[in-house]
């Protein structure tokens, strides 16, 4: 759960005709971001807001169906509390200078297991199936792997202290068998080989120390990173088909044209696989999840130094090797009318569940789900849907899938969203959308009556660990650098005067 934002490289020039001062943001539209101005709040430190401000007080309950193993949060304290077959979850006064993040797990069995779960809903029934993978060892095949490092001015301080332990997790991970690249990018990109390299020990140890000497500085071009990883991979030469190829890209995600981004990805992915490191106390999961989504991979957030391991250690060992693949979900044929999302099922990798929802299937009949385990063997399971659990916010699970059905579809056509069908889902399912979004009302108005509204633009905490010289105006943001030297102009010459009427004074 996102408390703050991490601010964004805003690449392209100032569109013609737009004010030159600061208005909404710190940023202005730009060719690439036209909603530069939109996307860019003012940022400040904690103790520049008062001691109850920028807080928040988060309850959730769990009910997972399955037995769970563990209830963690990296970011925050929690209070747990078993009732009956759900756990309740609680965390108060929290600081927003960081997500919010809580992981939970269920006890794995030795092969994959599923659940079902049915919401009646507005006179509609809503499905939903997981499966959740098993502890079976994987067949290991050798892979390609590229390491993509963003070493741009917003991953400077804490943040490119925990990406360079991550690629060096990465990097401990190869074998013998495994070719290997590492990129890193800022406003330009540089790759360690022409193409992958056999994971030797030389090459690895000439990969530790080019990644320990990463410093972070300069804009966010991550178009020409991505395009440098997929190509390379796709084109690694002699018996790539026998291997695995991965793309490891490890960013905040500080970037504001996503959807030019999640274009060039669908279009050079071929059959890799795109996995992201989420950096930081604030990173733009948007990016970060929906890059793996259309990359076919999975996201994995970093939330500090000392959370490091845990989620990276999870992340490679599934990327070694799916636990199952060619996933099927079979629901009952009933009226024609059922929609499931996701349409295509991914591989089920190792610590990740596997979710399918569907709406227009009543709770009758058999949903079938198989998949082939390593080493060929197929597996099934069959679930009765009268004997499924009930289940809320299932019909939420649908309605943000099949926005961001619509969404894609737009993009990969080059056409409009259907902007009135989003909103229509958004606004009955209760989303956030492109169109829609949450508004908070004073229920006790402080305004005295006839006295009209104004418009404040509050400003987000700095992400924990930044730098804060550099995000309260970031140093990539399109004029960022003209102000500031302007600001260092103006204070020499007032200096200057200032000492020039000392002199002058009898």
Do not use: C
């Not at 390609?144 to 401990?172: H, K, N, W």
């Not at 060992?317 to 009318?337: C, F, I, S, Y």
């Not at 402080?446 to 700095?462: D, F, I, K, S, Y």
């Amino acid at each position: 759960m996102p408390t703050t934002l991490m601010p964004r490289y805003m690449p392209g020039e100032p569109l013609a005709g737009q004010p030159r001062e600061w208005h909404d943001g710190w940023a202005l539209p730009s060719t690439q971001v036209p909603d530069a101005d939109a996307i860019s709040p003012f940022t400040v430190q904690a103790d520049e807001v008062a001691a109850t401000s920028h807080r928040a007080d988060i309850r959730m309950t769990i009910d997972a169906g399955l037995p769970l193993a563990r209830v963690i949060s990296p970011s925050h304290p929690l209070q747990t509390r078993l009732d009956g077959q759900t756990v309740q979850v609680q965390s108060e006064q929290i600081l927003m200078d960081r997500d919010f993040v809580m992981r939970w797990q269920p006890l794995a069995g030795r092969e994959p297991t599923a659940a079902v779960f049915h919401q009646r809903w507005q006179d509609e029934d809503y499905l939903l199936t997981m499966v959740v993978p098993g502890v079976n060892e994987a067949q290991v095949l050798p892979r390609d792997l590229v390491f993509v490092i963003d070493t741009s001015g917003s991953m400077a301080g804490e943040s490119i202290r925990q990406a360079r332990s991550a690629l060096q997790q990465g990097l401990a991970t190869l074998t013998p068998d495994d070719r290997f690249n590492v990129i890193r990018f800022n406003n330009q990109t540089h790759a360690l080989f022409m193409q992958p390299e056999a994971a030797t020990g030389n090459n690895l140890a000439r990969a530790r120390r080019y990644v320990a000497n990463l410093q972070a500085d300069g804009g966010t071009e991550m178009a020409p990173a991505l395009e440098r990883a997929l190509t390379t991979s796709a084109s690694a030469g002699e018996n790539a088909g026998e291997r695995v190829r991965q793309v490891v890209f490890i960013t905040d995600g500080a970037v504001g044209n996503e959807a030019a981004l999640f274009a060039q990805i669908r279009q050079q992915l071929g059959s890799q696989r795109l996995f992201t490191v989420g950096i930081g106390s604030a990173p733009n999961m948007h990016f970060m999840r929906e890059a793996a989504r259309w990359g076919r991979g999975l996201y994995t957030a970093i939330q500090d130094s000392a959370d490091v391991s845990g989620p990276l250690q999870r992340l490679f060992a599934a990327m070694e090797a799916p636990v199952l693949t060619d996933v099927r979900v079979q629901w009952p044929e009933q009226n024609g009318k059922a929609e499931s999302f996701p349409a295509r099922t991914g591989d089920l990798f190792r610590g990740e569940p596997l979710v399918q929802v569907v709406r227009g299937t009543a709770p009758g009949g058999v949903v079938k789900v198989s998949g082939q385990l390593p080493g060929g063997r197929r597996w099934a399971q069959s679930l009765d849907l009268q004997q499924a659990a009930p289940g809320r916010g299932l019909n939420r699970q649908w309605a943000r899938q099949k926005i961001d059905h619509l969404l894609d579809s737009a993009r990969v056509e080059g056409s409009e969203p259907n902007k009135a069908r989003v909103t229509e889902l958004a606004v009955e399912h209760r989303l956030m959308s492109p169109y829609t979004s949450f508004v908070a009302v004073d229920e006790v108005p402080a305004r005295p009556n006839g006295v009209p509204p104004e418009t404040e633009h509050l400003p987000t905490l700095l992400p924990a660990g930044s730098q804060a010289g550099m995000l309260r105006y970031p140093q990539t943001a399109t004029t960022a650098p003209l102000f500031t030297a302007l600001g260092l102009i103006g204070l020499m010459f007032t200096l200057a005067f200032g000492l020039l009427q000392r002199r002058a004074t009898p």
